[in-house]
């Protein structure tokens, strides 16, 4: 599996941005797809998961109603749809896929490269 993620840029305090990752090779509706964030000097984190198929959706508590995780399996491609965005959500944003209904690095097998989210104050 392959994982591309994309739509990371610079926005204002209250803004929003949406993410792509977009997948190829092997994918399962059963595979599991999250979001990770990493800020500078800090350790990379959960974000939001999803099941392929749809549903079965989880979010870190310090994006829950504010950032949405859905999947549009025809495009191959998960996206998270950031809203009200805070100083404090800038990272790196980083896709991952695995099998495992988690939150924790470890349990996702494959990873994209990160996209840069900003958010100015």
């Known amino acids: 599996v392959q994982l591309q993620a994309s739509g990371g840029g610079l926005v204002q305090a209250g803004g929003s941005l949406r993410l792509s990752c977009a997948a190829s090779?092997?994918?399962?509706?059963?595979?599991?797809m999250g979001w990770f964030r990493q800020a500078a000097r800090k350790e990379r984190e959960f974000v939001a998961r999803?099941?392929?198929?749809?549903?079965?959706?989880y979010y870190a508590n310090s994006v829950k109603g504010r950032f949405t995780i859905s999947s549009d399996n025809a495009k191959n491609t998960v996206y998270l749809q950031m809203n009200s965005l805070k100083p404090e959500d800038t990272a790196v944003y980083y896709c991952?896929?695995?099998?495992?209904?988690?939150?924790?690095?470890?349990?996702?097998?494959?990873w994209g490269s990160g996209t840069l989210v900003t958010v100015s104050s």
């Open positions: 991952a896929s695995g099998t495992q209904m988690g939150a924790l690095l470890g349990e996702y097998d494959y």
């Open positions: 090779g092997r994918t399962f509706s059963s595979h599991i």
């Open positions: 999803i099941r392929w198929s749809g549903g079965s959706t």
